[in-house]
Each structure stands twice: as C-alpha cells, then as structure tokens.
C-alpha cells in the first residue's frame, strides 16, 4: 500500500473511530494512524486496538486541542497502563469522561482541573485512592467507581456538592467518611459489596436521597439519621449483620408488596410519621385507617394487641426487624450463617 493509500485508509480509521465515540473522536491525529497501518494494522484493527501511554499522551493534546467535550477510553487501554498523565488536566471542555474498563491504579492531581465535567466513569479499575484535588470537580453529577480497590474518600469530596448518583459498589470501604453528609443534592447511593461495618451519623444530612443500596456488607446497625431522610424510597439491606429494632423509624413504604398484615411490633414505631402502602393488599390494618396517617397506623396495631391481652405482647420490637428484613428477601439460610439476626 503506497503513502497516499495509506493516509487515506489513516483517516478513514480516525473517521471510525470518531463515530465510536459519539462524533468527538480520541483525537488520535492522521499521522501517528498511518503509522500504526503502516507496521500492519487495518482501518479495521485500528478500532478495537488498544492504546500505549504516548498514544494516549497525543490524543489528551490534541482532544484539548480541539475543544473536545466527550471521551470514551472504555477498554481501550493496554494493561501496562496504571496512570493517566498530568496532561489530564488540558481537557477543560470535557463534560463526559469514560475510562472504565482498564487497569489505572492511580489518577494524577490535574483532575480536579476538568471544572466541567459532569460525568465520570472510572468503574472496573484497579484504582486504590483518589487524590485530594478530586473535590474540586464542581460541576460532578455522576460518579460511578464500582468494581475498584478503594478503602477510603480524600476528606475533599464532601465539596462535589453537585454530586446526584455515586456509585461506590464493590469497593473494600469498611466506613464511609462524614464528609458524605455534605452531599445534599445526592439522589442515589450504591455501596453494596463492601465491608462496610457502619454509616456515619452525617448520612442524614443527604436529604435530597431518594435509593440508598447497601445490600452485602458487615453492617450491625443504622443510624438514627436514616430516619431523617424523608424522601428516601429505595432502601436494601439485604446480607448484613444487622441486629435489633428500628424504633427510630420515621418513614416507611412498602408499597408494591405482597403484605396483608403488619406485625404486632409496629405498635413500637411512635417516631413513625410517613407511612406508604400503595399497591399493597393490605388486610389489617383497612385501608381506611391508612388513610388517616402513620401514627393511626400505629395506635391501631396497639389497639389490637391490647385487645388480645397483655400477655401475648412482644416487647422488644425483634419481630418487627425480622418482618422488615423479610422484605428485602433475607432467607432461612442466611440466618444460620449468622449473616443476619434471627
């Protein structure tokens, strides 16, 4: 193949590559593609190879360059690469960035330059800290991390306070920092598949959080903050060590459920103010009682006990948990393994 074939297969290969990153491209330019199909590569290949370091180097320039706003390097890094370079930072127009898929161990302190990003995918790395500039991505609305090597967050990252989905599933946290409770427009929390053992009581200061996943970690209790979440409508626990009551409870919906009778232990939920049951076929309470709110719930599961005698009341709130926990699909099994309370 001559230089002039060669350069427009170059380009034909850039072109493909463009449209595979939603028309913003790698900025990869003509004359390193030809190079590469010089020793060999089609226009083909050059789609699905991966990138060295210098690559990635020269299409960080010229994307910066080039005023690029979208970058998609899902998968597309050679193993050997562990960190992004400091070049990072030039990319100032970038609102999306995906570097999912890779092998980068670290990434370098410029991050926190990328003033405009709004998403980041960094999931299913090997990425064991971030660094301390990272609160400085202020215009951070989604975040996703899962599948990496991370123990902790840079105290910083209470000030990604733009911050709505965070995804930090499959992690090794054993706590999360207090600096969360900063995060008030967070509308989605996942951090199932970690060690985590508590939450910290700053959780009920996310008041715009709506899903909080927690399914798979080595939780013992909840913070009373839980109860202050009051637009919270997806809450998992499922696989935890969780033991006791939950008392504290303000709000609770179980609407879109199998369930015809609340327990006898409800009567012990006096904090509760919010109670939902749509789609619920609930028997006992009737639904005219639900109508008239939370604690007319309550009082008349206490009604109904009391009616029964004295004797037959439970008094430690237990068999309310072990409902609750039935809910999100606890089974038999897992309390022989002691992985929840019986």
Same mark, same amino acid.
């Given at each position: 193949?001559?230089?002039?074939?060669?350069?427009?297969?170059?380009? *034909?290969?850039?072109?493909?590559?463009?449209? /595979?990153?939603?028309?913003? /491209?790698?900025?990869?330019?003509?004359?390193?593609?030809? @190079?590469?199909?010089? #020793?060999?590569?089609?226009?083909?290949?050059?789609?699905? &190879?991966?990138?060295?370091?210098?690559?990635?180097?020269? %299409?960080?320039?010229?994307? *910066?360059?080039?005023?690029?706003?979208?970058?998609?390097?899902?998968?597309?890094?050679?193993?050997?690469?562990?960190?992004?370079?400091? =070049?990072?930072?030039?990319? &100032?127009?970038?609102?999306?960035?995906?570097?999912?898929?890779?092998?980068?161990?670290?990434? $370098?302190?410029?991050?926190?330059? %990328?003033?405009?990003?709004?998403?980041?995918?960094?999931?299913?790395? &090997?990425?064991?800290?971030?660094?301390?500039?990272?609160?400085?991505? =202020?215009?951070?609305?989604?975040?996703?991390?899962?599948? #990496?090597?991370?123990?902790?967050?840079?105290?910083?990252?209470?000030?990604?306070?733009?911050?709505? !989905?965070?995804?930090? +599933? =499959?992690? &090794?946290?054993?706590?999360?920092?207090?600096?969360?409770?900063?995060?008030?427009?967070?509308?989605?929390?996942? *951090?199932?598949?970690?060690?985590?053992?508590?939450?910290?009581?700053?959780?009920?200061?996310?008041? +715009?959080?709506?899903?909080?996943?927690?399914?798979?970690?080595?939780?013992? *209790? %909840?913070?009373?903050?839980?109860?202050?979440?009051?637009?919270?409508?997806?809450?998992?626990?499922?696989?935890?060590?969780?033991?006791?009551?939950?008392?504290?409870?303000?709000?609770?919906?179980?609407? @879109? !459920?199998?369930?015809?009778?609340?327990?006898?232990?409800?009567?012990?939920?006096?904090?509760?103010?919010?109670?939902?049951?749509?789609?619920?076929?609930?028997?006992?309470? $009737?639904?005219?009682?639900?109508?008239?709110?939370?604690?007319?719930?309550?009082?008349?599961?206490?009604?109904?006990?009391? @009616?029964?005698?004295?004797?037959?009341?439970?008094?430690?709130?237990?068999?309310?948990?072990?409902?609750?926990?039935?809910?999100?699909?606890?089974?038999?099994?897992?309390?022989?393994?002691?992985?929840?309370?019986?």
């Amino acid at each position: 193949m001559d230089a002039r074939r060669s350069d427009v297969a170059a380009a *034909a290969a850039v072109g493909e590559i463009e449209r /595979g990153n939603r028309g913003v /491209g790698f900025g990869l330019d003509t004359k390193a593609v030809s @190079s590469l199909l010089r #020793n060999g590569s089609t226009g083909s290949d050059m789609v699905d &190879q991966k990138l060295s370091l210098i690559q990635v180097a020269s %299409l960080i320039e010229s994307s *910066a360059k080039r005023g690029t706003t979208e970058l998609n390097l899902r998968g597309k890094l050679v193993d050997q690469i562990e960190w992004l370079p400091v =070049s990072l930072g030039k990319l &100032q127009d970038v609102t999306e960035l995906d570097i999912s898929e890779n092998r980068i161990m670290a990434l $370098p302190s410029t991050v926190g330059s %990328l003033r405009y990003l709004t998403k980041l995918d960094i999931h299913s790395n &090997q990425l064991i800290n971030l660094p301390d500039t990272f609160g400085e991505l =202020s215009s951070l609305i989604d975040l996703d991390l899962h599948a #990496n090597q991370l123990k902790s967050l840079p105290a910083s990252f209470g000030n990604l306070t733009s911050l709505a !989905n965070l995804d930090l +599933s =499959s992690n &090794q946290f054993k706590i999360l920092p207090d600096c969360i409770g900063k995060l008030m427009n967070l509308r989605r929390l996942i *951090a199932e598949t970690n060690e985590l053992e508590e939450l910290p009581y700053t959780i009920g200061s996310c008041i +715009s959080l709506v899903e909080l996943r927690l399914d798979f970690n080595q939780l013992k *209790a %909840l913070p009373e903050g839980i109860g202050k979440l009051e637009k919270l409508e997806i809450l998992t626990l499922h696989y935890n060590r969780i033991k006791g009551n939950l008392e504290m409870l303000e709000e609770l919906d179980i609407s @879109s !459920n199998q369930i015809r009778m609340l327990p006898d232990s409800f009567e012990f939920l006096a904090k509760l103010r919010v109670f939902h049951a749509d789609e619920t076929p609930l028997e006992v309470p $009737p639904r005219e009682v639900i109508k008239l709110g939370a604690q007319a719930v309550v009082q008349y599961v206490a009604d109904m006990v009391a @009616s029964r005698g004295a004797s037959q009341k439970k008094t430690d709130g237990t068999s309310f948990w072990a409902w609750f926990r039935s809910l999100f699909g606890c089974c038999k099994k897992d309390e022989e393994l002691g992985l929840v309370p019986a």
